[in-house]
């Protein structure tokens, strides 16, 4: 059974500090996305990985991913309030049709 | 980009009736649809995959009997939540495929069953 694990799953920082969150999956995948989810709304795109290695940053966040060791981070830079939200993984397994396996997701929330 | 819409976005009804959801690719054709369920605080868990003109593949532990699925256009998938009981109270959320990988997801049904 295929297992994305997201740690933490809460995450309070305070606005201006540093954090990464972790994603790290059961299957071969090479393909990880990460999401934002605002309360009571659908999920917001932020990356796509596509390969080994890749990395991608958009403002303060950076997401990276190691397919060796079938791990994903996001990285928190100088946090801001407006990051508060809930973010998660999510592997596409190829093997069972191209389905997405949704990570625990990680609530943050920061602190002025 | 590609838009995907889902109707209605909130519903609240009583216990034992039917409730429909619908998917909707706005701009494009989507051969797959993806429906998931979400409860308050947890990730999204898949529910079934939804191929135009054919039978939806559910995943284990979802009754069949209980959420039709029907795909019946390349921009249509609806969800069909029959004899709604309290506990299929959750935020639906619908996504279609385009190509190979990319999937767009919906807005979100927030259903609630009295």
């Known amino acids: 059974e295929l297992k994305v694990e997201q740690n933490p799953l809460f995450l309070s920082m305070q606005e201006g500090k540093n954090y990464t969150i972790y994603c790290n999956y059961s299957t071969t995948s090479d393909r990880l996305y990460w999401y934002r989810q605002d309360p009571g709304k659908s999920l917001e795109s932020l990356f796509v990985?596509?390969?080994?290695?890749a990395v991608k940053q958009e403002g303060r966040l950076m997401a990276s991913l190691d397919t060796k060791a079938r791990l994903s981070t996001l990285h928190i830079t100088a946090a801001v309030h407006d990051l508060s939200a809930t973010y998660f993984c999510a592997v596409l397994e190829s093997n069972t049709g191209n389905q997405f396996y949704f990570g625990t997701g990680t609530s943050l929330t920061v602190i002025p | 980009g590609a838009v995907v819409s889902q109707h209605p976005s909130r519903v609240i009804c009583k216990s034992g009736t039917s409730v429909k959801i619908e998917c909707r690719s706005l701009d494009f054709q989507a051969t797959t649809m993806f429906w998931y369920r979400q409860f308050p605080k947890q990730s999204l868990m898949l529910m079934a995959t939804s191929n135009e003109g054919s039978k939806a593949t559910y995943e284990q532990g979802v009754e069949k009997d209980k959420f039709l699925i029907n795909h019946a256009s390349l921009t249509l998938s609806t969800l069909t939540v029959t004899s709604a009981h309290p506990e299929d109270s959750s935020f639906y959320i619908c996504?279609?495929?385009?190509?190979?990988?990319?999937?767009?997801f919906g807005p979100g049904t927030r259903l609630l069953v009295l």
């Open positions: 996504s279609a495929r385009v190509g190979g990988q990319t999937q767009y």
């Open positions: 990985l596509l390969s080994n290695g």
